[in-house]
């Protein structure tokens, strides 16, 4: 039996568009984003890919900005 680790993974958008309640939304800085792809794991909804943002379903939670270790994410007022 093989015992491969269980990782949940977010699907695309899983809570829905965001709509108007978002208050931040984080902002990639391109010339310090390596696309090491940390902030697109750890992303509860899913929305980053190599280092862009879709802002219709993105929650600005900020987790990304967190994990990023180049410090490339930046949280900007709505």
């Known amino acids: ?3 491969e680790p269980l990782i949940s993974k977010a699907k695309m958008a ?4 965001t709509g108007g309640w978002r208050n ?7 010339e310090l984003c390596t696309t090491c792809g ?8 899913g929305v980053i890919v190599n280092g ?6 993105c929650k600005g939670c900020g987790i990304c900005k967190e994990v990023c270790k ?3 994410i930046r ?4």
């Open 70 to 72: 180049q410090e490339a």
């Open 75 to 78: 949280m900007v007022l709505e």
């Open 14 to 17: 899983s809570a829905g568009k």
């Open 52 to 57: 862009k943002i879709d802002y219709d379903f």
């Open 38 to 45: 940390v902030c697109t794991e750890y992303c509860p909804e």
């Open 1 to 3: 039996m093989d015992l």
């Open 24 to 30: 931040y939304r984080p902002v990639v800085d391109e």
